[in-house]
């Protein structure tokens, strides 16, 4: 038998991929939308409509299940995003403003604080890639994620980013969880 994928196998696979990447992008939007509705302001809509509160936060509801749930499937790409993040943390610190926005000045000691709570998260975002990951793990993530979008208004706002060294703990915790999970007895004795 040969060890060489057949074109129906390969035309599959391509399939689940891009449906793949199609899901995942229908997420973000679903993000987007719910960020913009939970948080946004009259000015972020057309005339005539307006912010609802309730739907922006049923929505990052649902897409946070959504991450929670399915977060088995995208770990392997979580340390190559995080990998990003420390670039994206890096630059900040070195230019002193947000990478994608020049005129919003970041102050270098909040930038050196995201900079070591990222490439910590980064550190440890190889430990999940190689284990399934059980519900601490994924509430941990889930609370990582959602810290990125609240610090990054705490980073503007010229204050010390609170919400990602609490997104940063957590993840620690969930690693440490693990540890202690994985090695009882050796944990005992040391």
Same mark, same amino acid.
């Given at each position: 038998?040969?060890?060489?994928?057949?074109?129906?196998?390969?035309?599959?696979?391509?399939?689940?991929?891009?449906?793949?990447?199609?899901?995942?992008?229908?997420?973000?939007?679903?993000?987007?939308?719910?960020?913009?509705?939970?948080?946004?302001?009259?000015?972020?809509?057309?005339?005539?409509?307006? *912010?609802?509160?309730?739907?922006?936060?049923?929505?990052?509801?649902?897409?946070?299940?959504?991450?929670?749930?399915?977060?088995?499937?995208?770990?392997?790409?979580? *340390?190559?995003?995080?990998?990003?993040?420390?670039?994206?943390?890096?630059?900040?610190?070195?230019?002193?403003?947000?990478?994608?926005?020049?005129?919003?000045?970041? *102050?270098?000691?909040?930038?050196?604080?995201?900079?070591?709570?990222?490439?910590?998260?980064?550190?440890?975002?190889?430990?999940?890639?190689?284990?399934?990951?059980?519900?601490?793990?994924?509430?941990?993530?889930?609370?990582?994620?959602?810290?990125?979008?609240?610090?990054?208004?705490?980073?503007?706002?010229?204050?010390? *980013?609170?919400?990602?060294?609490?997104?940063?703990?957590?993840?620690?915790?969930?690693?440490?969880?693990?540890?202690?999970?994985?090695?009882?007895?050796?944990?005992?004795?040391?």
């Amino acid at each position: 038998m040969s060890k060489q994928a057949t074109t129906k196998e390969q035309v599959s696979s391509g399939f689940r991929r891009a449906g793949g990447w199609l899901l995942g992008c229908a997420w973000f939007a679903l993000v987007i939308w719910g960020i913009i509705n939970a948080f946004g302001t009259d000015a972020n809509f057309s005339e005539g409509r307006h *912010p609802s509160r309730v739907l922006g936060y049923a929505l990052l509801s649902i897409a946070g299940f959504i991450f929670a749930a399915t977060a088995n499937r995208w770990k392997r790409v979580f *340390p190559g995003i995080m990998l990003a993040a420390t670039l994206g943390a890096l630059l900040e610190l070195e230019q002193g403003h947000a990478v994608n926005n020049p005129s919003v000045l970041i *102050p270098h000691w909040i930038a050196l604080v995201q900079l070591v709570v990222i490439a910590c998260v980064t550190a440890l975002s190889f430990t999940f890639k190689k284990r399934p990951l059980n519900f601490v793990d994924r509430i941990a993530l889930l609370a990582f994620a959602a810290s990125i979008l609240v610090g990054g208004d705490e980073a503007t706002r010229h204050e010390l *980013p609170l919400a990602l060294i609490v997104g940063g703990v957590c993840v620690l915790a969930a690693w440490a969880f693990d540890r202690l999970q994985r090695n009882p007895e050796t944990n005992a004795t040391a």
